[in-house]
């Protein structure tokens, strides 16, 4: 007669082996992160403590003697490994030898919107150098390290560090945002470029009235009078070129991170159009205003928008000074096909109307249609840039429609706030 076969001590594995390798990847991931970073703070250490801990005990829980059975208590689960890895700040991703997502944190989530978990990372992040990456850390066994670009919904840069985890057989990604840093190279290159050729006329005029006042004009009140008038006009014209450099230096370096305070349009709207009322009385302008009572509420950044509308209201006011009528107006636009309604915003003077050549490059730092009547009205060449970059934040759209004679139109639309944040508007 056959013995009976002997039963093994050991249980077969479970969900909770898996478990186990999921805590102590996302210690790893966390511990990994903080080395990169520098150091390894308390909090990271702890979590990655607790992470090891979980998957002692799961692995002890998962050796339990079978006559623990059903009269033993129940034990808490321990915190999933995903929920572990939300607590580094940048986008993390696990996947496999194939390339399948096995763990991603909030960030990557929020970076990659269509990533799933059990489905191909190509389905979520389009870069073959990534890709490609992956499999060559994976097949060698070193890790690797390079840069990728995000252009939707705006222009991002990361650098992918690509770590090769066996076994088993993984990839750990880490995304470190270099969107801050490209930035604010860029726009110190932009600004010295920029603030170096625009500033060298005011500052040789002031020099050169300078030396008149200290010389031939010392004795002369009249002269002495009018050149210091136009020095005044021209320092103040240094002082909003300056101011308006770096506001577009500040909404460019926030490029990428969209505004998410409940904010009323109509009020911000109401409340440039009676700032700017004096203005519009000292040109000799009507401002007409169609608000309407409801409010309208989008996410936004309150200075921001404030900066956008008196931009688009007082180029209005100054530049169609002939038609001596400014219409501002703000509706809702149903979109349809599932998506969300908008805010449009419409600025219409009846001045002389842009030539069609200009439309196109009216957005542009220091493009001007004319540059001597710009200079005279105390443009910089930097209110509709600064407005466009606004609008960009913001996830918005600018139009502008003109036609010779006809007068311009700029518009703005915004997407409305969700249901859930309408209520906390401020």
């Known amino acids: 007669m056959p013995r009976p076969r002997e039963r093994s001590s050991e249980s077969p594995p479970t969900a909770a082996a898996g478990a186990a390798i999921g805590a102590l990847t996302a210690a790893t991931a966390l511990l990994a992160f903080a080395a990169w970073h520098g150091g390894l703070d308390w909090p990271v250490v702890a979590i990655a403590a607790l992470a090891v801990g979980a998957a002692v005990l799961i692995g002890g829980r998962d050796r339990a003697p079978p006559s623990a059975g059903p009269a033993a208590l129940p034990q808490e689960r321990p915190a999933a490994p995903d929920r572990l890895l939300d607590q580094i700040p940048e986008p993390v991703i696990l996947v496999d030898r194939l390339v399948v997502v096995r763990l991603a944190n909030e960030a990557a989530s929020a970076l990659f919107p269509a990533l799933r978990i059990d489905q191909p990372l190509s389905f979520a992040l389009r870069a073959p150098d990534v890709l490609d990456g992956i499999a060559g850390a994976l097949s060698t066994g070193l890790p690797a390290r390079l840069e990728y670009d995000e252009r939707v919904p705006v222009e991002r840069s990361f650098e992918v560090r690509i770590g090769p985890l066996a076994p088993p057989d993984a990839a750990l990604l880490f995304f470190r945002d270099l969107t801050a840093a490209r930035r604010l190279e860029h726009m110190r290159v932009d600004f010295v ?222 997407p409305e706030a969700p249901p859930e944040r309408r209520q906390a508007a401020v």
């Open 193 to 414: 470029a920029n603030a170096s050729h625009e500033l060298r006329t005011p500052l040789a005029s002031l020099l050169g009235f300078i030396e008149t006042l200290q010389g031939p004009a010392r004795d002369d009140p009249a002269a002495r009078e009018k050149f210091l008038e136009i020095m005044r006009g021209q320092a103040l014209r240094m002082t909003r070129l300056i101011e308006d450099l770096l506001s577009l230096s500040r909404v460019e370096l926030k490029a990428h991170l969209r505004p998410d305070t409940p904010l009323d349009l109509a009020a911000i709207v109401r409340q440039m159009v009676d700032t700017l009322a004096p203005l519009a009385r000292e040109h000799g302008v009507e401002i007409a205003l169609a608000v309407g009572e409801k409010p309208h509420i989008v996410l936004g950044d309150r200075d921001e928008l404030l900066r956008a509308v008196e931009n688009l209201i007082d180029n209005a006011v100054k530049y169609g000074e002939a038609g001596k009528r400014v219409e501002v107006a703000l509706r809702r636009l149903d979109r349809g096909d599932g998506r969300p309604s908008e805010f449009e915003l419409a600025v219409r003077d009846h001045g002389p109307g842009i030539p069609p050549e200009h439309l196109p490059r009216l957005t542009e730092r220091f493009y001007r249609a004319d540059v001597v009547e710009s200079r005279q009205k105390g443009g910089t060449g930097l209110g509709l840039a600064i407005v466009k970059h606004i609008v960009a934040r913001h996830r918005g759209r600018l139009a502008i429609e003109s036609e010779p004679g006809e007068g311009a139109t700029f518009r703005i639309a915004l």
